[in-house]
């Protein structure tokens, strides 16, 4: 009963021109995720910094997930290849400082995928609530 | 028909050869120079693997009729490698114990004019490992 | 600190149906800077609209949040309606609670404390948004096309007409490409150089054109709007404004056997030349490899027979530079190289062709005279064989051919067959094909009369080896149908060559930024909805460097490519997005991180001077961003190692109090 009343803190970062369009569409069709998922708009996967991701975890999120146009089809021809790269590496920095790989995610959602969209959701949110709470990062003093 | 589909499988598997890639253009068998010797020709050794018709292939004598030349690899467009693919249906006979067209005793009587020696050679490499 | 209002939108009962839009109003009452906060049934419409306007003027606004669909949906009309009261557009957020929560979500209360969260995030990142303006910069009402064949040609007329200056550049003596090759044209068969030479002849006259011909592009700079190129005008060592193209030099000249590259080296011209006859600019052009006055100073009777005295063996390469507003690249296509075919014996014999000779065999203005005589022997051929796809469609060597299919093989190949059966009935023709392709008007039509009016056999098949035989071409091929192998006596053998872009597609591409596929062809912005223009701004696309092409078809995207310039430089100012990249130059350290993942070639740096500690004076390297260049993807702002560079409109601050906004 106690695992029911945890609602992780989520935060989503979708680019522009695919992944936010493609959570419109998921809301069009009524797809049902979780409300713990909050989407953040970027203009591209390519403009999150690590420092947005460690500062959701210094925070208090228990999972970061990142969606992006997929490879090749960048609005801007290349982001989300380097998208791609920096977060393989800050996802293996975050493995090892103690933070599960399972709490990070980089996502591919095109703006046609409203379902893939809230699918991915509903498993991520699932994922991050069987993982429990993420204290490892959480700077205290940010809590009052 | 379900163990043509595991033959067809393991021919895949030994050769490496995706005989998906095939468009059907036929300059395998137009570059094969066994191609008269032949039943069933190049572009069909990969027909009839890409849709599990191997009974047949397996019971033909076109398949020792391949002189190994690899023209039809270096010619085909696609890279599908059919004499690769020959190879590996050779070796599925050979494996399928009790099933063999060539056993080694039964080698001489084989032996005429109309037998490329290439075959033959081949086929006594494997046995003798 | 800003004063912001906060408007939450009922959207009829699309929000209000399962978000408590008064509580959300109400709890976002309190959020920092927050002095208004209304919630309505429909914000978008004429009357919601309103209620912001008053609201803005009341309260004396400077940001406002609006609670509703998403930005995707209403974001202009809301910018709009804060700047008709007087407000900056960009202090405007949306928060997306129909979207992105009442509708995905059946819970009131937990739609209602998702809206909150949402509500707050907005109003965390509008107050640290500062008002934008977006750049402007002039336009120069001049477009330059680079590559002067059919693609090219349509294009500047159809800027010209449009009363805008356009320079052709072209690197060959002559305009006209490969259209002014070609014999007749498919499904029509009307002659090719009746119906391009007299646009050749237009884009001579037309007041607006000027033509660069023998000409390079050498260097291009700037942005859309604003281009400074710089051309190289190859000395042909005759005077252009002099010459009359009366064409007694190319008669006269003594170094009779230079390979004649307009008719594929299948015959010789001069070291002097006029490519053809209908040429344009018809002028002289010297070979500087063949010229024996050029080489050792021996001969000069060009310059002796010239009456009007055009001749110059000082020349030297000239370079013109230019402004121009928009550039269009049409550089076109050429046949691959058959040289690694060795199966079809190409380098062997002279009687194994490619489909452009044979274009020009049939050619009346051709090395025969438009007669169909062998090249070895010069005798009729009454047996020819074609083979399609050669190079097309191959994926099994990248050096050997193209994965692509060329798409105007088929069709050439049946018009050739027609045409060959047309004129020598007493020939037989065979055609090879592994597929026939003819989409387009009339093209089936086309193919089909060439096999059943014209009897030429098509044969389901490929061609595996040619073999040259005394004077005939054994033709070793299968027929698919038939389940044999056909071994044919051919006289000549016609081999549909893979086409490729022309070679100087990939510098020029560098030069201007302009992004490519893996076979060398120029990118398009979208494939299906931007397809003559390239990803970077004021570059356009036209003709086959785009992809194969026939003519039709290139002439309908030269066209569009013609209008898409038109529509630029139509424009006296062009207005940027203003959520472009921007480097605090105090915290720049040059390190060039950020130029290296620019896509668009945005970044450039300058020596400033900084003041230093003691009066002194520090030069150092910074990264300046062209806004007018910028498409603010914010790639450069995540590689910059000192946080210099940032992006305006989804700032590092702004990004991280909306991550605070959520988390708290």
């Known amino acids: 009963m106690q695992v029911n009343e945890y609602k992780p803190k989520i935060v989503a970062f979708c680019c522009n021109w695919c992944s936010y369009a493609g959570a419109d569409l998921a809301g069009s069709n009524r797809l049902a995720y979780p409300a713990e998922v909050k989407v953040i708009r970027v203009p591209c996967s390519c403009r999150v910094n690590p420092m947005f991701i460690l500062r959701a975890f210094q925070r208090g999120a228990d999972g970061v997930i990142l969606c992006g146009c997929h490879p090749g089809d960048c609005h801007y021809t290349s982001g989300n290849y380097y998208t791609r790269r920096r977060m393989a590496l800050l996802f293996s920095m975050l493995d090892y400082l103690g933070i599960e790989k399972e709490r990070t995610r980089v996502e591919w959602v095109s703006a046609a995928e409203g379902a893939k969209f809230a699918a991915t959701m509903n498993d991520f949110v699932k994922t991050v609530t069987a993982l429990g709470e993420n204290k490892r990062l959480e700077d205290l003093r940010c809590k009052k | 028909m379900e163990n043509s589909k595991n033959v067809c499988d393991e021919i895949v598997r030994i050769s490496k050869v995706n005989p998906r890639k095939c468009m059907k253009c036929g300059k395998c068998s137009g570059t094969c120079p066994a191609y008269d010797e032949m039943e069933y020709h190049p572009h069909q050794f990969v027909y009839m693997v890409e849709t599990g018709d191997i009974e047949p292939l397996l019971k033909s004598k076109s398949i020792y009729r391949c002189l190994s030349c690899f023209a039809c690899i270096d010619r085909c467009p696609r890279g599908v490698e059919p004499a690769k693919l020959v190879e590996a249906v050779r070796l599925m006979v050979v494996r399928q114990q009790g099933n063999n067209h060539l056993k080694p005793d039964d080698i001489p009587e084989l032996l005429d004019e109309d037998l490329p020696q290439q075959a033959i050679v081949s086929a006594f490499r494997k046995y003798t490992k | 600190m800003q004063r912001i209002g906060v408007f939450v939108c009922w959207c009829g009962s699309n929000i209000a149906g399962t978000v408590d839009v008064v509580k959300v109003a109400e709890a976002l009452k309190s959020e920092p800077g927050v002095v208004h906060s209304a919630n309505y049934q429909y914000m978008c419409s004429q009357a919601g609209q309103q209620l912001i306007k008053d609201a803005i003027k009341e309260h004396n606004l400077t940001g406002i949040v609006v609670c509703s669909c998403s930005p995707r949906m209403h974001e202009a009309t809301f910018r709009k309606t804060a700047a008709a009261a007087g407000l900056n557009p960009y202090m405007v957020e949306i928060a997306n609670i129909r979207e992105q929560c009442s509708w995905i979500h059946k819970d009131m209360q937990e739609g209602t404390e998702k809206a909150i969260v949402l509500g707050r995030t907005a109003i965390a990142k509008v107050n640290l948004n500062a008002p934008l303006k977006p750049g402007e910069s002039p336009v120069t009402k001049r477009a330059l096309v680079i590559g002067g064949g059919i693609a090219g040609i349509q294009t500047a007329l159809d800027i010209a007409d449009a009363g805008f200056e356009v320079d052709i550049v072209e690197k060959k003596p002559t305009i006209g490409g490969k259209m002014a090759q070609l014999d007749k044209t498919f499904p ?276 595996g080896k040619v073999s040259p035989e005394g004077n005939k071409l054994i033709v070793q091929g299968s027929d698919l149908i038939a389940n044999k192998q056909l071994k044919i006596e051919a006289d000549l053998v016609v081999l549909a060559a893979a086409i490729e872009p022309d070679k100087s597609a990939r510098p020029l591409a560098t030069m201007l930024t302009a992004s490519m596929d893996t076979n060398d062809f120029f990118t398009e912005a979208h494939p299906k909805l931007r397809p003559v223009e390239s990803p970077t701004a004021g570059i356009f696309l036209s003709g086959a460097c785009q992809g194969p092409k026939d003519i039709p078809e290139t002439v309908s995207q030269a066209g569009a490519a013609a209008a898409k310039v038109i529509g630029l430089l139509a424009k006296d100012k062009l207005t940027g997005n203003p959520c472009v990249a921007q480097s605090d130059e105090l915290m720049c350290n040059g390190c060039s991180s950020c130029e290296k993942v620019c896509p668009y070639g945005a970044i450039t740096y300058a020596d400033k001077e900084f003041r230093g500690p003691n009066r002194t004076t520090l030069i150092r390297r910074v990264a300046q961003v062209n806004e007018a260049i910028c498409q603010g993807c914010g790639c450069c702002t995540v590689a910059c190692p000192s946080g210099a560079m940032d992006l305006k409109g989804f700032a590092n601050k702004q990004i991280m109090a909306e991550v605070d906004a959520i988390c708290k």
Do not use: W
Request: aromatic share 10%.
């Open chain 3, 188 to 463: 029509t068969l009307d002659c090719a150089a009746c119906i391009l030479t007299p646009k050749m002849v237009d884009v001579a006259q037309h007041e607006k054109i000027r033509i660069f011909s023998y000409s390079e592009v050498e260097e291009v700079k700037g942005f859309v709007g604003n281009f400074d190129v710089k051309i190289r005008k190859k000395a042909r060592y005759v005077k252009e404004d002099v010459c009359t193209g009366c064409g007694l030099c190319t008669e006269k000249c003594p170094m009779k056997k230079v390979p004649n590259d307009f008719n594929l080296g299948m015959d010789n011209k001069r070291a002097i030349y006029i490519p053809f006859a209908q040429a344009v600019p018809k002028i002289a052009t010297i070979d500087a490899d063949y010229c024996n006055m050029l080489k050792n100073g021996k001969c000069g009777v060009c310059a002796k027979v010239c009456t009007a005295k055009a001749i110059d063996y000082t020349q030297k390469d000239e370079f013109v530079e230019e402004k121009y507003g928009a550039i269009v690249a049409a550089t076109g296509f050429n046949p691959i190289s058959m040289d690694k075919f060795d199966e079809f014996a190409y380098s062997q014999s002279k009687d194994v062709i490619t489909s452009l000779e044979f274009e020009r065999l049939m050619n009346a203005a051709g090395p025969t005279a438009g007669k169909l005589l062998r090249p070895s022997d010069g005798v009729h051929p009454h047996k020819i064989v074609f083979v399609q796809c050669v190079g097309s469609r191959c994926a099994s060597c990248a050096e050997k051919g193209k994965e692509y299919c060329s798409k105007i093989c088929c069709m050439y190949t049946a018009k050739h067959a027609m045409l060959t059966r047309d004129k020598y009935p007493d020939t037989d023709v065979t055609v090879f094909y592994i597929d026939v392709r003819t989409p387009g008007k009339q093209f089936d039509e086309f193919y089909r009369r060439a096999a059943e009016e014209y009897g030429v056999h098509y044969i389901k098949g490929m061609v």
